[in-house]
């Protein structure tokens, strides 16, 4: 999972290789974001062998507290490609604005 941070919003993008969208699931209560979901396990077919299995299968879970000026109500994702994005906006008030000085 990688974590950005701009003026305007955190991105949380998570490599989600073979999960598909509808095993997907992020939710926000409490001020802690979660991402859950499940990676189907593979069937073996006939004839091929696995030597080696690092990937997890199964259910999976991370959460993450929402940072204060963050506004859990606006929480967006998008799923593509094998990553998933969640975008969370940061609130109005924390957003700089820029302030015109007027002379005279």
């Not at 006939?46 to 109500?73: C, I, N, Q, V």
């Not at 008030?93 to 015109?100: C, H, L, R, V, Y």
Request: glycine share 6%; no cysteine; charged share 40%.
């Amino acid at each position: 999972v990688d974590i950005v941070e701009d003026d305007n919003e955190y991105l949380i993008k998570a490599e989600l290789p073979e999960v598909k969208k509808e095993d997907v699931k992020v939710t926000v209560q409490d001020d802690v974001l979660t991402i859950s979901g499940e990676r189907m396990f593979e069937k073996e077919e006939k004839g091929r062998k696995y030597h080696r299995m690092e990937r997890a299968y199964g259910s999976f879970a991370r959460s993450f507290t929402l940072p204060e000026d963050a506004d859990g109500e606006k929480v967006a994702a998008e799923f593509k490609d094998g990553v998933l994005k969640v975008h969370l906006p940061k609130s109005e008030q924390a957003k700089p604005k820029s302030i015109e000085v007027k002379i005279g």
